[in-house]
């Protein structure tokens, strides 16, 4: 939720008042090769033909804006935003906006996917300001980066009378923007911060827990999933942690509006019903509306969230989601290392949506009369469009087993025929100019595609996609992982660089702690610890153990955040409290736990009023509040058996094991000749089984308190 602050803002009254009565026209400016040519980022080397003189973030554009005393322009965007590109024609290609702009501001262009940092800062003005926010951001500071005035998308006649209010001002009566500055700047360090966070909470009981329900359920969309919200963003931790809460509670309300969530979301037009995979979110409340872009690590934690699902609701529909999008990625995504780039673009040729859409014309130069028919009942085509420009999204609103029994069809002759005619499609439709790809390869996502790849290498069973997860790991350890266990946050053309945020530390320490869980490779644990041992020595609070998102040698920037809220992607203290904690466990390392503990005290109140911005952290709390599994599997058959536990949706379950005594948990349990398997609570355990079917039956009953094996080895 965005924190408002009480600000006198004098400038901005009199830039909303006076928004249309400044028409100014200066002459164009000729520009030298813009120093966007070279950048890493595709986004910025995308406007290296603008003729605005922009600077790359850095200590060159910040010292020329206090020797020019000039104001800043932060411009931040990204390569797959549309609205971003609209600016950029519409304004930063026009020589009397770049007139303006060079003339009285330094302009800075930011990627906010490489310098998440920045954009956090910013966006935070934007939304104390306005109470809300988005791409693209545009904001103007004082030549010390202190923001006065911020919003997003503006025409360019209002953004050149913009510009050259804030210019007057800033030259005649600069003493309400330096006031302005100066109130939000502390409005932004006051946001995220530990002041006003709980104390430290030791026990957190089973009833404390289930009452997370009464300030979360009002949110929910029963209808059609979701949140009751004008649009539709996927959310996908929210139901990761809907999903464990059911297993914990079996509340089948709650288990029934995650299924709700992703059946609509399976059948909407965000998701590519052709090609699979996800785009970022919907314009309407029903997901059927797509805003056309499609990130990695959207797909990469909705693969994770119905692999998890599918363990749950063994559904046809939720394997086809998985299968599909593990293959959009790594068609359209794969970067040939073993790693993957960031995003396709909303438009393609100008156009939004241009690549997905189709006429009924169309339709009718590719399919046959009958799969004409066919898909124009399924995917609800209509003659003029459901969409713009006479052409149609596609979407359905039944599964195909539903489809075909409300149409009283043979099942397997309908799914056949849909099969041809998709695969007809989405030939036809690669045959298109292709939406363009942003091809970094960011640290964080691809840790994420990396548990993607082990979900859903649990949930389905193929080998590949465990193969695929190493692959990734091994390439974010060549690319990315420095020998003193530092990271890179971005690689790109065969170079790395920008020093990582605290969300590529918590997201890849947690994937290389999953894959040791699955693969028992001890390297894996290792790294892990590495990494999170360079964390906590860079990016702790003093006095705390909460972490700042951005390491102890950050510099130029106004404030030094903290990421606590879990949003889009889980807040990388969230995931930081839930490694330390299960590192703790594998290792018998009390230093973490107690960091973890002390990270969940101080966050319990703020979570249990508004789990649905804490979602991630509800894990924790539930974890915490029924208890942990300790499943510890020792012997020549580990990995195998190890995977037909995992098979079973076990969220609360921490895996360890092998062929060696290699963790305190293993040591006594290997015995010669055999493969056992030991579940434990509390370092206590159950006398051992040997098959994954008694394991997973000892673990139901330690969880429904029916204590049937009740012997104890140890």
């Known amino acids: 939720m965005p924190i408002r602050i009480n600000l006198k803002l004098p400038l901005l009254i009199i830039l909303i008042c006076s928004i249309t009565a400044c028409k100014d026209d200066p002459k164009e400016e000729n520009v030298k090769r813009s120093r966007l040519a070279d950048a890493s980022s595709p986004y910025l080397r995308g406007h290296a033909d603008n003729p605005v003189d922009w600077y790359e973030w850095g200590p060159e554009a910040l010292e020329k804006a206090k020797e020019e005393d000039k104001p800043i322009v932060i411009s931040v965007g990204y390569a797959s935003c549309h609205w971003c590109h609209v600016m950029e024609r519409e304004s930063f290609m026009d020589t009397s906006v770049a007139a303006i702009m060079n003339r009285d501001f330094i302009s800075i262009k930011i990627d906010r996917e490489e310098r998440p940092d920045i954009d956090k800062i910013y966006m935070n003005a934007a939304q104390l300001l306005n109470g809300s926010g988005g791409w693209p951001l545009n904001a103007v500071t004082l030549p010390n980066g202190k923001p006065f005035f911020a919003g997003t998308y503006f025409p360019p006649e209002e953004w050149k009378n913009i510009l050259t209010q804030i210019a007057r001002a800033y030259k005649e009566n600069r003493e309400p923007l330096i006031e302005t500055a100066n109130a939000l700047t502390e409005g932004i360090k006051s946001t995220n911060s530990l002041s006003g966070l709980g104390v430290q909470k030791n026990e957190i009981s089973e009833a404390e827990y289930l009452t997370v329900m009464e300030s979360w359920e009002p949110r929910f969309d029963r209808e059609k999933g979701g949140y009751l919200e004008e649009q539709k963003f996927p959310l996908p931790v929210s139901w990761d942690a809907l999903l464990q809460h059911y297993y914990l509670t079996e509340d089948e309300e709650v288990l029934e509006i995650v299924k ?41 934690q909705l693969i994770s969230l119905y692999s998890k699902a ?27 290392e073993g790693g993957f780039y960031s995003s396709l673009n909303a438009d393609t040729d100008g156009e939004e949506g241009k690549y997905y859409v189709w006429s009924t014309e169309e339709l009718r130069g590719i399919l046959n009369p009958s799969e004409v ?45 849909l099969d041809n005619a998709k695969e007809k499609l989405l030939k036809a439709r690669q045959n298109r100019n292709k939406p363009t790809v942003d091809d970094k390869s960011l640290t964080s996502w691809n840790a994420l595609m990396v548990d993607a790849y082990l979900n859903a290498y649990l949930a389905l069973g193929n080998p590949e996609y465990l193969e695929n997860a190493v692959k990734g790991a091994e390439f974010l350890s060549e690319k990315m992982l420095k020998s003193d266990y530092s990271l ?17 530390y918590a997201l890849l320490s947690q994937a290389y702690i999953n894959l040791y869980q699955v693969t028992f490779d001890i390297e894996w644990l290792q790294k892990a610890q590495n990494i999170i041992d360079y964390a906590i020595s860079h990016f702790k609070e003093e006095g705390s153990s909460m972490f700042y998102y951005t390491s102890d ?21 969230s995931v930081m409290a839930q490694n330390l ?76 094991g092998g062929k060696e005594e290699n963790l305190p948990l293993l040591k006594s349990k290997l015995i010669e000749g055999k493969t056992l398997i030991y579940v434990c609570q509390n370092k206590t355990c159950k006398y051992p089984v040997a098959l994954a079917a008694e394991a997973i039956d000892i673990i139901e009953n330690y969880r429904t308190g029916t204590e049937e094996n009740s012997s104890i080895w140890n």
């Open 553 to 573: 040698d950050h510099n130029n920037l106004v404030a030094r955040k903290m990421e606590l809220d879990d949003n889009v992607i889980p807040s990388s203290n």
């Open 310 to 336: 599918y363990k749950v609701i063994p559904s046809e529909e939720y394997k086809t989601v998985i299968e599909e999008s593990i293959k959009f990625v790594e068609r359209r995504l794969a970067n040939d």
């Open 260 to 300: 709700t969530t992703l059946d609509n979301m399976a059948r909407g037009g965000i998701y590519d019903q052709l090609g699979g995979g996800f785009s970022r979110y919907t314009i309407d409340p029903e997901w059927l509306i797509p805003h056309f872009e499609k990130m990695l690590y959207d797909n990469a």
């Open 581 to 656: 904690y299960v590192l703790g466990t594998l290792l018998e390392n009390e230093r973490y736990l107690i960091m973890s503990e002390e990270m969940l005290g101080q966050m319990y109140d703020q979570v249990m009023e508004d789990p649905s911005f804490y979602a991630n952290w509800t894990k924790l709390i539930g974890t915490k509040a029924f208890g942990a599994y300790e499943i510890a599997i020792v012997g020549k058959d580990a990995q195998q058996k190890n995977f037909h536990v995992q098979k079973e949706y076990l969220p609360t379950s921490i895996f360890m």
């Open 373 to 417: 028919e066919l898909v124009t009942n399924y995917y609800n085509i209509e003659p003029y469009g459901n969409w713009e420009r006479g052409k149609n999204i596609l979407y359905h609103r039944f599964s195909p087993e539903e489809f075909a029994r409300e149409e009283v069809l043979d099942y397997n002759k309908f799914k056949t025929s």
């Open 488 to 504: 890179w946050r971005s690689y790109k053309d065969g170079e790395s660089g920008i020093n990582a945020f605290l969300d590529d």
